[in-house]
């Protein structure tokens, strides 16, 4: 991780609760709970490919914990692996069907891959879940007004 995101002291104080962590896993090495919190600190220090591993050990201890999936397909946004990220979206879109954050997450997925009109129907369809979320309506206009000004 960069100085930009976290000082010298931050880093420290991951590295000091990872290695607690590590222990705490030692004693309950089945805990989902202990391999999330774990996946998100070495995620912190920007170890992704380890914190991959420990979100999706925690995941397959316990598939239905909803950030957990959208920080999963958060790393693989960040790793380009669209279809991946996207799957983990979508499951956590059927866990949280009320929830615009599924939606929204794909449709940054699909900006990402270059599908702006098919990002701005995700962003809608988020949209239709929190109507209230000023961000979100302003992303989606200035999304389909850049992708008229395009066509």
């Known amino acids: 991780m960069s100085g930009s995101f976290?000082?010298?002291g931050m880093i420290d104080a991951y590295r000091q609760t990872e290695q607690l962590l590590r222990r705490a896993l030692e004693k309950n090495p089945e805990s989902s709970d202990l391999l999330a919190q774990l996946g998100r600190c070495v995620a912190l220090q920007g170890k992704t490919e380890e914190a991959l591993e420990f979100?999706?050990?925690?995941?397959?201890?316990?598939?239905?914990q909803p950030g957990v999936l959208l920080r999963t397909g958060d790393l693989y946004l960040a790793m380009r692996c669209y279809e991946e990220a996207m799957r983990f979206y979508q499951h956590y879109e059927s866990l949280r069907p009320e929830s615009a954050r599924g939606f929204a997450r794909m449709g940054d997925c699909l900006l990402a891959q270059g599908l702006p009109w098919c990002a701005a129907d995700a962003y809608s369809l988020a949209l239709d879940r929190d109507p209230r979320n000023p961000k979100l309506e302003k992303h989606l206009t200035d999304l389909v007004e850049r992708c008229i000004a395009e066509d």
Do not use: K, V
Not at 55 to 64: G, I, M, R, V, Y
């Open 55 to 64: 979100f999706l050990s925690s995941l397959e201890a316990d598939p239905a």
């Open 6 to 8: 976290a000082s010298n």
